[in-house]
Nanobody, 120 residues
Framework: VQLQASGGGSVQAGESLRLSCAAS????????MGWDRQVPGKRRELVAI???????DYADSVKGRFIISRDSGKNTVYLQMNNLKPEDTASYYC???????????????WGRGTLVTVSS
């Protein structure tokens, strides 16, 4: 099942956006999920990650501004992005990390990117 990401758009610096990513119930229950971002010509970088138990981790550049959360009832992960800066402009990709089903490793998966543009 392909990850379904939504919520990108164009905003002014200081404004907020919320990204959403819907996954299958199996993915949501077993895998760490999060968001990467990429600017053309640069490497894709981790933005935030959340484990099935709810532990979170963030890139230093977004700590204190972005919040990742999960809704078990909707099998959806959210990225609340506050106080956006022009340097946050990028394509954001929902990512599902590899996880085990028995001895089988389900490989990493990315959804389609959603563009976030922040103007100064």
């Amino acid at each position: 099942v392909q990850l379904q990401a939504s919520g990108g758009g164009s905003v002014q610096a200081g404004e907020s956006l919320r990204l959403s990513c819907a996954a299958s119930a199996t993915e949501f229950s077993n895998a760490d999920m999060g968001w990467d971002r990429q600017v053309p010509g640069k490497r894709r970088e981790l933005v935030a990650i959340i484990t099935p138990a709810g532990r979170t981790d963030y890139a230093d550049s977004v700590k204190g501004r972005f919040i990742i959360s999960r809704d078990s009832g909707k099998n959806t992960v959210y990225l609340q992005m506050n106080n956006l800066k022009p340097e946050d402009t990028a394509s954001y990709y929902c990512v599902r990390r590899p996880y085990f089903i028995g001895d089988y490793v389900v490989p990493l998966s990315w959804g389609r990117g959603t563009l976030v543009t922040v103007s100064s």
